[in-house]
């Protein structure tokens, strides 16, 4: 926007919407017909693009210090053709979903007509009706079938534009996508975890059952949380559901059900859980001390279920040993009893039994002591002093004292 002011010779600014700042101005020197005047005129380029921002009041003023200040003021307005502020968003909806689609403008104010399917106008009905102010579309209570696209046809005396706004109304039966653990074992006074997804539209719900009987969560014993999914390659929703039961008695053992429903189909898909006792191992002796060359034993007593089938395995200082192998030291005496055949000092150290079922282990451990015999002394000295003898070995002393 250019502007034209009588400047005499001074100080010259700009400023806008009587903030009393400078803004960015260029001055210009035109040339002019008169002569002999001590003012000249100047072009004083006071805005350098047309933005809406730049939209408001300027007053340029010049002053020369010999008489009074002349200011003149610009009032500005930025106007442009018609467009959409956001670019017009998709709608998804299900059977009997409720929705909206909606013009978001800008600063232009252009007049507005929907279309449907760039054929009629929108009339109002039961389904698709214009707000009083023409900025959106509600849906109301649509079917399958009902999808559509609308067009919003922009326009003002710069220009046009058209929108399209695509309405899905999708109707898929709930289907389950990620199934909980088919079956599983768990011990008594742990945790069951259980996790289902299922997708549809409308969005599914997820149910637990137990031998048909819905769960509800109680909010210590059984805990139920669910959250609501998105696929991105879909177009339709899901829901992530989660059953915890925790400090689990034989009793809760049975069928689990993950159940899915919409109101276009239900799914569902059981979980076997079997809650069994847990294994535990104890050390017998859990200390032992045994003299060299003597033999040690060790007793592993296990507590498991009735129905589970243990296996044992045999460690010394964390590295697994073979009872019963050629050449072994160690031997198995029964089921659950690890024999040292003859103890040495390098036997002292940490036994260790572990018991396993195929759905959990247990293990207990114990300590070695080997008292070795002392050796026979050498490098004797014998040191004899009046009715004294002192006999020494090895950094050991031996008094005697003669009768």
């Not at 250019?2 to 035109?30: Q, S």
Request: glycine content about 6%.
């Amino acid at each position: 926007m250019e502007k034209v002011c009588p400047i005499v010779f001074g100080a010259t600014k700009v400023t806008k919407d009587g903030t009393g700042d400078n803004i960015a101005a260029t001055i210009v020197e035109l040339p002019t017909k008169t002569k002999g005047l001590r003012e000249q005129p100047f072009k004083i380029n006071c805005v350098a693009a047309g933005f809406f921002r730049d939209a408001g009041e300027y007053v340029c003023s010049a002053d020369n210090g010999e008489s009074t200040p002349a200011t003149q003021t610009v009032h500005l307005t930025v106007d442009s053709a018609p467009y959409f502020a956001e670019k017009p968003k998709d709608v998804i909806l299900a059977p009997a979903q409720s929705g909206e689609i909606q013009y978001l403008g800008g600063v232009a104010k252009p007049t507005k007509k929907w279309l449907r399917m760039a054929k009629r106008s929108v009339k109002m009905n039961s389904i698709y009706e214009v707000s009083a102010d023409g900025n959106s579309i509600s849906i109301t209570d649509p079917r399958e079938g009902d999808s559509t696209v609308f067009q919003c046809v922009l326009e003002n005396e710069h220009g046009q534009r058209v929108g399209s706004y695509t309405i899905t109304i999708l109707a898929i039966p709930a289907k389950i996508s990620k199934s909980p653990a088919a079956t599983a074992v768990v011990s008594e006074e742990d945790d069951l975890n259980l996790q289902c997804e299922a997708f549809g539209s409308p969005t599914p719900m997820i149910e637990w059952r137990k031998m048909g009987a819905k769960l509800v969560d109680d909010g210590s014993r059984i805990l139920v949380t669910s959250e609501e999914l998105v696929d991105a390659n879909k177009d339709y929703r899901g829901t992530r559901s989660n059953l915890t039961v925790t400090n689990l008695s034989y009793e809760d053992g049975g069928t689990f059900e993950c159940h899915a429903m919409n109101n276009m189909g239900n799914d569902s898909a059981d979980s076997v859980i079997s809650v069994r006792l847990p294994t535990t191992v104890s050390m017998e002796p859990d200390t032992l001390d045994v003299v060299k060359g003597s033999a040690a034993d060790f007793t592993c007593n296990v507590i498991k279920d009735d129905r589970a089938t243990v296996t044992i395995d045999w460690f010394f200082d964390d590295s697994k040993i073979n009872p019963g192998q050629p050449g072994s030291e160690y031997s198995l005496q029964g089921e659950n009893t690890l024999r040292v055949r003859s103890a040495k000092a390098s036997h002292s150290g940490t036994f260790k039994c572990t018991a396993k079922t195929w759905y959990d282990e247990d293990s207990g451990t114990a300590e070695l002591i080997v008292q070795a015999e002392p050796d026979a002394p050498d490098n004797l000295v014998l040191d004899i002093a009046g009715l004294e003898a002192t006999l020494s070995w090895k950094n050991q002393i031996l008094i005697m004292q003669k009768l």
